[in-house]
């Protein structure tokens, strides 16, 4: 009886703690460099989440390095109280596959607040690149076998993944070079130290139209339907049937954040996603905002275990591990 009562006002004490929520500044960790896709969906959507949380201030913090596994270390490991958390992408689906040793489970040592979007990808070479079509890029990389660079964000990054199929379809190896994010794997597209890369259209759309880099094709089943991407054939039906790679985001707390303070955040969350600036600047970006049941917390993370599975056998199937 005693134990029930120390417990039930425990319970109490903790509920009342956090019925001020947010209470001081969040932070959201980025696990990727700054100026990148994931940084970009990142700094937009704090800004539509502020108001549904009191106008609180959230700062953007890049903890970028390993695929994006150091940030979610430090989420994994940081005060479970909502105000910090991580937005991540579909390296939860990779790296508990890819990574023969992980600080955290992906699984177990978060709470999942929901969904945010879903992002094409863009298969993209230097300027200078004499290919202008993606039959040509082909073309192109047959003849230089084995001088090829294509850059990456590191071991289970999305554009790792998308460049593992890409290679694996065209049967093509090449030298990857990776980065802390593809920000700063861009810089290096843009100045032509490297030839090739895969990555988010949040990222791709302004150099596209920008003409800057040359665009060849979108990872996704079907067309990308902005007024910059529009153009650009799928993979599929350039001849990599079944091609088709989308990247989610999702925000997640540490393990143990309380139950109240998670159904705030994923309130807040829903709230944030029907914001039409932030809708707007998603779609003007080809970027799908979720409107789906993947919104709740409980099916994004049934969400998440499916694309460990669908990852983890690409990824077994490549051989590809990191220590
Ligand atoms: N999302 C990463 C970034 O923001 C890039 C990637 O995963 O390929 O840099």
């Known amino acids: 009886m005693k134990r029930t009562l120390l417990a039930i006002a425990t319970l109490l004490a903790t509920a009342a703690a956090f019925a001020d929520y947010p209470e001081k500044p969040i932070t959201i960790v980025v696990p990727f460099s700054a100026g990148g896709p994931t940084d970009k969906v990142a700094r937009d959507f704090a800004e539509a989440l502020r108001k549904p949380l009191k106008n609180a201030t959230i700062v953007v913090e890049n903890a970028a390095g390993a695929g994006g596994t150091l940030g979610a270390t430090k989420v994994a490991k940081a005060a479970p109280d ?23 489970n992906v699984l177990n040592d978060f709470e999942y607040a929901g969904m945010i979007n879903d992002v094409p990808m863009t298969l993209l070479g230097r300027k200078t690149l004499p290919a202008n079509t993606y039959p040509e890029l082909v073309k192109w990389l047959q003849e230089n076998k084995g001088k090829i660079n294509l850059a990456n964000a590191g071991q289970g990054s999305a554009s790792h993944l998308c460049g593992l199929m890409f290679q694996s379809a065209v049967q093509i190896d090449m030298t990857t070079v990776p980065y802390k994010g593809t920000a700063p794997a861009m810089n290096d597209l843009l100045g032509g130290q490297v030839d090739v890369m895969c990555d988010q259209t949040t990222n791709t759309t302004s150099q596209i139209a920008a003409g800057s880099v040359k665009a060849y094709a979108v990872s996704t089943a079907k067309r990308v339907n902005t007024p910059v991407l529009a153009k650009l054939p799928t ?3 350039s001849g990599l049937k079944g091609f088709n790679v989308s990247i989610f985001h999702g925000l997640y707390a540490p393990k143990g954040t309380p139950a109240d303070v998670m159904a705030k955040l994923n309130t807040a969350l829903k709230e944030a996603l029907k914001d039409p600036e932030f809708i707007k600047r998603q779609e003007g970006l080809g970027a799908v905002v979720v409107t789906d049941g993947r919104l709740n917390p409980a099916e994004h993370k049934r969400f998440v275990a499916a694309e460990i599975d669908k990852w983890g056998a690409v990824i077994k199937a490549a051989g590809q591990y990191a220590d």
Not at 83 to 101: C, D, V
């Open 82 to 104: 909502g105000h910090t958390l991580l937005l991540f992408h579909i390296g939860m689906a990779t790296t508990p596959t890819m990574y023969r040793k992980l600080n955290y």
């Open 235 to 237: 993979l599929d039906e």
